[in-house]
């Protein structure tokens, strides 16, 4: 759980190892599942083996620490999940949106096409990648 489902909105001392962000996203996402919270960690990391967002975006040369078009980003997951719906999730940094989440809707054991439209609070400029980040 410490490298591969790291809290990316904490300063970076802060990001690895704290049970209480994992308890959070246990309250916030995983009570609404069938699972037991050390099956729900589990079939959450298997999904995100699945997809591994972060292989696509290195594979479209896009980097930590530098800002990009949104619309490279939205062009590397399209090639990685072209029939899935997703939603890019955002901090704000001193004026610089940095992404921080990618969202994509599942069944209980893989990744589906979602019912409703996903809330994106990107926008339509440059976003920064701060970390290897991953599909949650």
């Not at 620490?65 to 997703?86: D, T």
């Not at 999730?89 to 409703?116: F, M, P, W, Y």
């Amino acid at each position: 759980m410490k490298n591969n489902w790291p809290n990316l909105t904490s300063p970076i001392e802060y990001r690895y190892g704290h049970i209480a962000f994992w308890e959070k996203e246990w309250a916030r996402h995983g009570i609404c599942s069938c699972f037991e919270p050390r099956l729900y960690f589990e079939t959450a990391l298997a999904l995100k083996r699945t997809i591994n967002v972060s292989q696509a975006l290195r594979a479209n040369g896009i980097k930590p620490g530098i800002e990009y078009p949104r619309r490279r980003f939205v062009k590397a997951l399209r090639r990685k999940i072209p029939r899935l719906s997703f939603a890019m999730r955002c901090g704000d940094k001193n004026g610089t949106k940095i992404l921080i989440e990618i969202r994509v809707c599942t069944s209980e054991t893989h990744a589906i096409s979602c019912s409703q439209r996903l809330n994106d609070n990107c926008g339509s400029c440059y976003i920064k990648l701060v970390s290897e980040i991953e599909p949650f």
